[in-house]
């Protein structure tokens, strides 16, 4: 196995799990409310008198982060994403991810930031099959 050294980010990465672990901290702190974007999404769906507004917020400034960034960064850090895959199979993937989630109680940012965070057995479990779930499928699309 190679590096990829041309797209090899350890230090954005790293920047970005520190921002994401900071957001997730003071979100439970000031909330008391477990920063899973599942949740987040499905309390909307299902609201309860003076519970959307937060979330109609959260989800616009998920919104608003990315278009705001693309404003204002330097030309040469914005690279289209390549995606090997056709409409079908990303709304098929999209499906299985929603499906997952709700067999699962939470998301990847729910189980695997703040219920890791939280020493949740359940959120160990629930991460190593999401984890494991991807590398199986990686394996198979992609050397079988």
């Known amino acids: 196995m190679t590096i990829d050294w041309t797209h090899f980010t350890p230090w954005a990465s790293l920047a970005g799990g520190l921002v994401l672990g900071v ?5 439970v702190l000031f909330n008391g409310r477990v920063l899973g974007i599942s949740g987040i999404v499905g ?17 616009l400034g998920m919104l608003a982060a990315p278009a705001t960034f693309a404003l204002l960064a330097p030309a040469d850090w914005l690279r289209a994403p390549r995606i090997d895959a056709g409409y079908g199979a990303i709304v098929v993937a999209g499906l299985l991810v929603g ?36 590398f199986l499928t990686v394996f198979l699309l992609r050397h079988l």
């Open 43 to 59: 309390g909307l769906l299902t609201p309860r008198p003076g519970d959307t507004g937060w979330r109609v917020a959260f989800l």
């Open 99 to 134: 499906f997952g989630t709700r067999l699962g109680s939470g998301c990847t940012s729910g189980h695997g930031v703040c219920g890791l965070s939280r020493l949740s057995p359940r959120s160990l479990v629930a991460t190593l099959a999401f984890m494991g779930a991807g």
């Open 23 to 27: 957001a997730a901290a003071v979100f």
